[in-house]
C-alpha cells in the first residue's frame, strides 16, 4: 500500500448526503465472510465514491484463512462487481479504493495474530496519517464475538491513551440468544470497551424512512398532536419476506422468526413509533426514550402468550410463480423441526399516551411477499354525515422496504351530481423526490465513524427487549405447536387473523 492509494483530491466535498468521516483504520473481522462481500465492502465503496470517507483511511481484512493483499482486493472487486448498489462500478474509483485494502490471517484466539495485527495498524498509520483512529467491525459469528473482544483487550488495542484518537466497535446481531446471554454479552464487551465506544448495529434504523419517522412526528406540527389514544385506533407492524430459510438454515434453527427479527428490528421499529418526544435529537436523548418505551410494553405471562401471540411455520406452497417446499424439507432443516418461520403478537403500551391502543406486530419468511411497513390506523370519525357511504378509517403508511415512502390514505368527493366519496391515497416516495439513496449500511457506517450512536442499541436497551421476548421463547418451550400450520406464499397461519378479528379489526394486505 502506499499513501497515494487513497482518494486524494484536494479538500473534497461530500457529493451524497452524509457528512465526510474522520481518518481512520477499519478493521473487519471476518473480512471473508458473506457479510463483509455483500454489505460492508459494498457500503464502504460506496461512502468512498461519494466523498463521505476521509481521503485517508486504510481497511484491513481479519480471517482464518491465509490470504495476500491483492488475492483480498480481487475477493473485494469480486464481491462489489456482483453486490454493489446500482449494478454499475466507476473501475478506475474502484481501483483506487481497493488500493487501501490490507489483509492479515490468524487464529481468533491466538494473542500472537493480534500482535501482528496491532503491527499492520501501526503500519498503515504511519503511512496513511489516520491519527490513530481505529473502527473494529465484527462480522464474524456470533459464537466468535467473546474471542475477538477479549484478545483486544489482551493486547491493549481497545483503549487509547492519548485522548487525541478513538477506537469503536460495532457488533452484529444476534446479540445473545436470550437475555441471560445478552447480559453476558454486553459483560463480555464492557469489561474491555467503554459503552461510548460500543455500537450495536440494526440496519433497519439506517433506512431513511425508520430516520424520518422522527421528523414526520417532531419536526411537523400536523401528525404529532394526533399521534396518541384519542386519535389512533390501532399500528401494524408488518416485516415480511418472500424469501425461504435459503442458506441460513444452521443460523435459523436456533434462533427462529421471534428471536431474528421480533426482538430486534420489530422492536426497534415499535420503540420510534411510540417513544415521547425526547429533549434533543442525540444519542442519549433518543435512546433513553426508546428505554423508557420498551420498560413501558406490558409483560407477557403464559396466559397472555396462549391468548396473544402466534407462531407459525411455513408448509410447502407456491411462491414467484414457482412450488417451493415446506421448512421442514429445506437443506439442512431436521424433519420434526419446532422452529418458528413466523410470529405474530398484540403488544400493549402501559402510558399515557398509548392506552388501550393495541400495537400488532408480525414477521415471517414465505410469505406472500416482501414488505415492511408500519400503519397507523386512526379512529373513525365520531359522527357520520354521509350516510349510506362505506368509509373505512383513515390511515398512515410508512413504507420502510423494498421502496422507501409514506402514503396518507383519505376520503375524497368522485366527480358528479351525487355525493359519491372514494378512498384516496397520497404518497410520498423517496427515490422519486431525492434521487437516489445512501444504503442504510454506509448511513450507520458513517455515523459511527463520526461518533454519532443515536441509530446504535445501548446496553440496556438491548437487554430490555430480551426481558420482553424471553417470556414467550419459554411458554412456547412448554407448549408444542402443530406445524408446518401455513403454506408458503400465504399471510400466514389462521390464528394470526383471529388474533386481530377478535378485536373487530383485520391484517392490512400491503
Known sequence: MTPESTL????????GTLSPAEPCAIVIFGASGDLARRKLIPALFELA?????????????????????DAFRDTAAEAMRQFAKGGSLDEGRLREFLQSFAFTSGEYDQPEAFQKLTRRLE????????D??????????PGIYPLVIGQLGQAKMARNENGKSWTRIIVEKPYGYDLASARQLNKTVLEVFDESQVYRIDHYLGKDTVQNLLVLRFGNGIFEPLWNRNYVDHVQITAAEELGVETRAAFYETTGALRDMIQSHVMQLTSLVALEPPSAFDANAVRNEKIKLLQAIRPFTPETVARDVVRGQYGSGSAGGKTVPGYRQEKGVHDDSATETFAAARVHIDNWRWA?????????????????????????????VFR???????SLVLNIQPEEGISIRFHAKVPGQEMRLKEVTMDFRYGATFGSQHSAYATLL????????TLFDRADGLEAAWALVDPIVQAWRSSPAPFPNYAAGSWGPREADDLLERDGRHWRKP
Open 8 to 15: 486524494t483530491e484536494p479538500a473534497p466535498q461530500p457529493s
Open 49 to 69: 465514491a461519494q466523498r463521505c470517507l476521509a481521503r485517508r483511511f486504510a481497511i484491513i481484512g481479519f480471517g482464518r484463512t491465509p490470504m495476500s493483499d
Open 123 to 130: 503500519e498503515v498509520d504511519r503511512e496513511y496519517h489516520l
Open 132 to 141: 490513530g483512529n481505529r473502527l473494529y467491525y465484527l462480522a464474524t459469528p
Open 356 to 384: 388501550d391502543v393495541p400495537f400488532y406486530l408480525r414477521t415471517g419468511k414465505r410469505l406472500s411477499r416482501s414488505v415492511t411497513e408500519i400503519a397507523i390506523q386512526f379512529r373513525k370519525a365520531p359522527h357520520l
Open 388 to 394: 349510506g357511504q362505506q368509509m373505512d378509517p383513515n
Open 446 to 453: 458513517n455515523d459511527c465513524m463520526r461518533g454519532d450512536a
